[in-house]
């Protein structure tokens, strides 16, 4: 059964860059602690990205609000920028031999 989870700001006491929101939201998926480097956060902000790397999430820049010069010359980057949810999915989908 799928369980939506949403996270708003009505949920968090610190705004991000804080890593509160993606702490409270990788909390909520009941996984061991060993895999946050596993589960993804996907982001159009650079407070939002800085937010789950420091929540220790591996971190997607989507260029929906900013370039993807700028989500890659970060002081914070992310760990993987693309221009759409596709191209995410083609760059996470692993090739069949």
Known sequence: ?????????????????????????????????SVRSQVLAFEDHPRGIMSAKAAGLYACGITAVFPRNTLIELEVTSDLVADSFDEFRKLLTPVKA
Do not use: C, Q, W, Y
């Open 1 to 33: 059964m799928l369980t939506k989870r949403i996270i708003a700001k009505d949920n968090v006491t610190h705004a991000k860059p804080h890593p509160e929101a993606f702490d409270t939201a990788f909390l909520s998926l009941g996984l061991p602690d």
